[in-house]
């Protein structure tokens, strides 16, 4: 079903040149992974710069860790020196809590794939802030949210050694009914199709968005109660 649903969004809606095809159908097949997996695994780091013409001024990072399992449970979290954020969901019940006003409920039905879409095509601090998070939408209107285009392969990189292949694409995220406009730019292994890194520049508001990814597993054995949601202290 994931798949169906991402391959006539991708497609249908980003008419590419042939040589611009590769690209958008290696993203698909980035996303398709990412998303029909068991299990889906990842730590890393998170970092966000104020940037001008001048040069750029690191304003906030964090360490990122990340983890799903079908039946909708879902673990994310960023820790940062200062606070930080956590979506986390047993597949009954919800905690989301962006730093402020905890909010806990039942487990909204596509939580899980609609978590995993926006971390993919847009990054985890959309995913840890964005009030969609608990909301009952389903995977392809979240989808639509979170459109690309300009689809194209970028320069083919190093990472500790290997050739590793980057796409580039505009993202155009509706979250909270705000619309942003981001350029983004993915390094994938291109064996294993892992993300490795990210970066997101929002040149209207002087941002650039950078997530280093040091640790991936897909479908390796995570047990349940790595999804426990924490009683709620009510003192």
């Known amino acids: 079903m994931f798949k169906t649903i991402l391959a006539s969004i991708l497609f249908l809606a980003i008419p590419q040149a042939e040589e611009k095809q590769g690209a958008a159908e ?14 889906l695994q990842w730590k890393g780091t998170f970092k966000i710069e104020r940037v001008t013409p001048e040069g750029s001024n690191e304003v906030g990072s964090a360490e990122v860790e990340a983890a799903f399992k079908k039946a909708n449970r879902v673990r994310v979290q960023l820790k940062a020196k200062e606070g930080g954020s956590e979506i986390r969901s047993d597949g009954i019940a919800l905690l989301f809590n962006p730093g402020r006003r905890p909010h806990r409920g039942a487990t909204p039905k596509s939580l899980d794939a609609n978590v995993r879409i926006i971390l993919i095509r847009a990054g985890v601090e959309m995913a840890s802030l ?14 639509k949210r979170l ?8 320069k083919v990189d190093k990472i500790e050694g290997k050739d590793i292949k980057t796409v580039e694409y ?3 995220a509706v979250v909270d009914d705000s619309k942003s406009e981001y350029k983004v730019k993915l390094w994938v292994d291109p064996k294993t199709h892992h993300v490795l890194r990210r970066v ?12 280093t990814y040091s640790s991936i597993s897909i479908n390796a054995k995570l047990e349940d109660t790595h999804f426990a949601v924490p009683i709620e202290d009510k003192k």
């Open 170 to 172: 505009v993202l155009s």
């Open 130 to 143: 964005s009030r969609a998070i608990r909301q009952d939408l389903d995977l392809e209107t979240v989808t």
């Open 26 to 39: 290696f993203l698909a097949a980035v996303e398709s992974l990412y998303l029909g997996a068991d299990t």
């Open 200 to 211: 997101m520049e929002n040149p209207a508001q002087g941002l650039r968005i950078t997530e």
């Open 147 to 154: 459109s690309l285009s300009e689809i194209r392969w970028g």
